[in-house]
């Protein structure tokens, strides 16, 4: 699902990438976009989403090149397809969302024994990330304490305010947003207690791989140069968040972004190691998210990701200004 054009007699690849809406999880793409990476690379980039497409489905009939989404969705679809999309690149390195109550305390995860929960279902990354938290804790969920995880989204946090549920996990931007209005206070981030578990991972068709190999190499030398360059010089997001991201107050988008860089959520670190791979497939086996096995062989390709931590380097500001002036003045 790529189109090719003339341009210095070279051909440029564009690559239809689905996010299925947009995110701040996202932020590495939107800066390689903003920042023009993805030009450097000889590449073009076509975002497709639930809002500009006839199809909520990016599967079907290969409408995307490559596809951003969570583990669970990714490694369910490759135990029942073995041809489905490979992992190329994780986007986003932890979870994104935040747990609330409805006062202020001395939270500790231990303390949700005998409580109830509204959480996301298991077969989510943010399910399964709680899953994990609770399991780690040495808590057997539905036993220790109860997961309300089949309630609505639209509905979740009216529920909370009626009454229902000790805690409630939302994503980043509705938690802020309710600690605002007074509907709770924000006491625990899932994603650093549970640590490495990718939120968001860049995925390839296999036929893009074999057919346009240099195309996917830059795309993620361009997402590493993002990470990379985010991680040195935070600054950088401005100007992609205002474009991407315009739908949220800019408070909200600076907690979130502060939130997320002190976390590591965005970490120069495109690969998929053995370790968590092997975590996060255990637990869907544990949690029955899991149709067949699956293995790190047949599901993960590192070798872009590999060779792209290889090719770009960060180059501090002053250096590039210096480069840039002398090329000004010959």
């Known amino acids: ?51 500009n497409t006839a199809t909520q489905d990016p599967y079907a009939d290969n409408l995307a090149d490559i596809i951003l989404t969570d583990p669970v969705n990714c490694l369910y679809r490759k135990s029942v397809n073995p041809s489905a999309p490979l992992i ?6 932890r979870d994104g969302t935040f747990l609330l109550a409805r006062e202020k305390e001395n939270f500790t995860w231990e303390g949700l024994k005998d409580k109830n929960i509204i959480c996301y279902p298991p077969e989510t990354g943010p399910g399964l990330v709680m899953e994990k938290i609770i399991r780690d804790t040495g808590m057997v969920p539905m036993r220790d304490l109860c ?30 947003m309710a600690e605002e209005t007074g509907a709770g206070h ?19 068709q296999p036929e893009i ?3 346009h190999a240099d195309a996917v190499q830059g795309f993620v030398n361009a997402i590493y140069k993002a990470q990379l360059w985010m991680q040195h010089e935070p600054d ?15 408070k909200t988008r600076n907690k979130i972004i502060q939130y997320y ?14 370790k968590t791979f092997n975590d996060i497939t255990q637990l869907m086996k544990t949690s029955g998210q899991l149709a067949v096995p699956v293995t790190f062989k047949g599901t993960v390709n590192n070798i872009f990701a590999s060779q792209a931590i290889n090719t770009i ?18």
Not at 186 to 198: H, M, N, T, V
Not at 236 to 250: R, S
Request: charged share 25%; with cysteine.
């Open 147 to 176: 997961l309300y995880n089949r309630i609505p989204d639209e509905l979740r946090l009216g529920v909370f305010k009626s009454g229902s549920g000790s805690y409630i996990q939302l994503t980043a931007a509705k938690a802020i």
């Open 313 to 330: 380097k960060y180059i501090p500001k002053e250096e590039r200004e210096k480069s840039w002036f002398k090329k000004i003045i010959g």
């Open 209 to 211: 791989i074999n057919n």
């Open 88 to 93: 190329i690149a994780v986007l986003a390195h």
């Open 1 to 51: 699902m790529h189109s090719v054009h003339e341009r210095d007699k070279e051909e440029v690849v564009t690559l239809k990438v689905w996010e299925s809406e947009k995110s701040m999880l996202h932020l590495p793409l939107y800066v390689a976009i903003k920042e023009g990476y993805f030009d450097e690379q000889g590449i073009k980039i076509q975002l497709l989403n639930r809002s």
């Open 261 to 274: 860089l002190k976390m590591g959520m965005w970490s120069p670190y495109p690969q998929v190691d053995v």
């Open 186 to 204: 924000i006491i625990a981030r899932p994603g650093e207690k549970a640590g490495a578990f990718p939120s968001v991972l860049c995925t390839v």
């Open 236 to 250: 950088i997001v401005t100007g992609a968040v205002k474009i991407y991201l315009d739908e949220l107050d800019k």
